[in-house]
């Protein structure tokens, strides 16, 4: 286009010049018709003319061009407005059926407490509810910090493994005793040590598998991959490959949210989510049918190469392993990690197995299925040398074979190399190292070591931590939210709390600060430093031998809980953090001696209604405890505390369809948190925008602008009360 109008110019001045070489008044009429057609004035008319036909075309094509360009502007800004549209629609219909999933949750446990006799599917129906609300309530934090702009990302040194780690943890909790079967398959060729938001890699990951179980995925396999080191620009590629059978490629809705009338839930929350954080992340995020028309995701961020520490080789090599998997990619997936552990594997399949039996005698490490171990197995690898490696699916619950003479370890799939050779080297080495045997020794002659799962103390609400006076926390924990939510917990008692966001950050503290800690709760999975090597650093000096260190983790599989307390540990945790829990895990460790006060009076005066806020009704949407709804009425007044400005700016505009996005949002928000006037409000103002009574709007500025302004100070009240 700018090549055109440059012609444009040009022949417009050409033709000016031939004007000037004319050398004619201008006054004087020329008569055309007696100009003879072989002189120099006739030649100069002709080209003067044409010049002007072809500036007067150039003209006119270039009028074209710009009216198509400015047509391919407004398509493109009305495809945005669509897409905006579909995504505020979101939170709009959230609020009119949020409450569906809250009464039938409340109804479901009624019924099962007048219950004298359990039944299975009406605690699944519980259990589903409560999940359910649990996932709405962070996927709507997470909604609406993406909407306001305020994730960063923020690039540290992580270990893969303890990603991975996590990951599992989480889908655990979210899908306990289901028949899933998920595989790592990560690829030799990447380092131990990344580069990397794991934080958001995390949910990345997570919400794509999580999308893949919720709609019946049996097999997954997440695929980690380095490009070539020819290519210009590397890049860590993830897969998520399942057994669904499913048209994604034709779908344009699919990293899109819309309510299910039919299954009453929010399809895609999840995949919009895992989208908009991967090009937070400098990525690209696809789905895909592959050849055998399964759904594919895939996934990539840059790759940063990073030094990596030197290898630590096993003496443990070379040994003879058999593989039986009741899962033949699991199975060939194991293979694959054992030949990179140096040692000879075979691999032999169920079918096989069970029509034929086993030779063990001839292997010195054997791989088994928990569920394959059955009296004939066991009496034949009693009569072998043999070390058993017992694998359990971390969906489900880990079978206890005792009275056997048969050396076993047990580890959980989804596995991972160093998982692998750990378990190997545990089969064989007896003796710990120094570190490793001198924090054991301090912790059962010094200190408590509580190696089972905190249980529940009842009838706790956020007043009973007064009982620990003004007790003195470190928390190391990488995750903003559940810094938050800790926090939350603690917020009407007067303990401190100094947060670390990693490893070193909780050393730096604690070496340095005069300030003496009671407790620190350790985070395992972080960036720079995890909690397993930060905590075995703390155990190296004598003076923190009675400090109480508790894990906090996403998993809890015996694996990972022997390799918590052989760091230095003294209990653990389960994400998501349960208030009861951590009242019985200070109960248990935080010294007695430093309660100021004794509450004796276990139930809260429960603000329940504020001027335009309706407490107990936003309660109920974080399964009747305040943490999470008072984490959604904090983002909610960041992303939208300024809107009355915005709202006036859109009217004063005629902006009415930006109007009607923003007020779509509000409306569903505030029904969501329980925001009455306000929704009542933007209520009437869509019902107005709907029926195009534009005349109308500017009387609503004033009213949107007060009823914020009071829904922003009931929210501060509750907040900081």
Known sequence: MQNLQLFIFLTLLGTLNLYAQLDIDIQEVVDLENVATQSDEFGIWTALFGLGAVAIIAVFLSSEQLSNFKRYILKKQKKQEEIEQVQSQILSNMSENIQNIVQETTHNAKKLAQQDTKDDNEIKKVIDSETQLLAISTNLIEFLRIKSKKNEIENEKLKLSNLLNDIAGTLQASAKNLEIELIYDVKPNVPEIIIGDTLNLSKIIVNLLLYCIENNSKELILQISRNSLFEKHENLYFTIISDLKTDVEHSENIFNSNYNEETKNYDSLGLFIASELTKLMSGELIARNNKQGYVEFLFNIPFIKQKQPPKKESTIVNKKTLIVDSCAKSANTIKELLTELKHKAKVISRENYLLKGGNFKEYDIVLLD??????????????????????????????????????????????????????????????????????????????????????????????????????????????????????????????????????????????????????????????????????????????????????????????????????????????????????TAMDIFVNHQKRDAIVHENKDEQIQYLDGLNIKKGMQLSNTTDIFYKEILAEFKDAYKDSDTIFEKLVYDYRYEQLRILCVDVKGLSGTIGAEDMYALTTEILQRLLYKKYDLIPTFTSKYKETLQKLISSIDKYLYS
């Open 370 to 583: 928990e569920n394959l171990l059955i009296r004939k197995t066991i009496d034949a690898l009693e009569e072998t040398d043999a070390r058993v490696i017992l694998l359990s699916n971390i969906f489900k619950k880990q079978k206890e074979f005792k009275n056997t003479k048969i050396k076993t370890a047990q580890l959980n799939k989804p596995l991972t190399k160093s998982q692998l050779q750990k378990s190997i080297e545990k089969l064989y080495l007896q003796q710990q190292t120094t570190n490793q045997a001198r924090a054991t020794k301090n912790i059962n002659t010094k200190l408590l070591i509580h190696r089972s799962a905190f249980k529940d103390t009842k009838d706790i609400t956020l007043g009973s931590f007064a009982n620990f006076g003004k007790t003195h926390i470190l928390l190391a924990e990488d995750n903003l939210i559940n810094q938050k939510v800790l926090i939350g917990v603690l917020s009407k008692s007067p303990a401190v709390i100094t947060v670390a966001n990693n490893g070193q950050e909780a050393l730096d503290i604690l070496f340095s600060n005069n300030v003496k800690f009671d407790l620190i709760l350790m985070d395992i999975n972080m960036p720079i430093m995890d909690g397993y090597i930060a905590t075995s650093k703390i155990r190296t000096n004598k003076q923190y031998d009675l400090l109480p260190i508790i894990a906090l983790t996403a998993l809890t599989s015996i694996a990972e809980v022997d390799k918590m307390f052989k760091s230095g540990m003294n209990g653990y945790l389960a994400k998501p953090l349960s208030k009861e829990r951590l009242y």
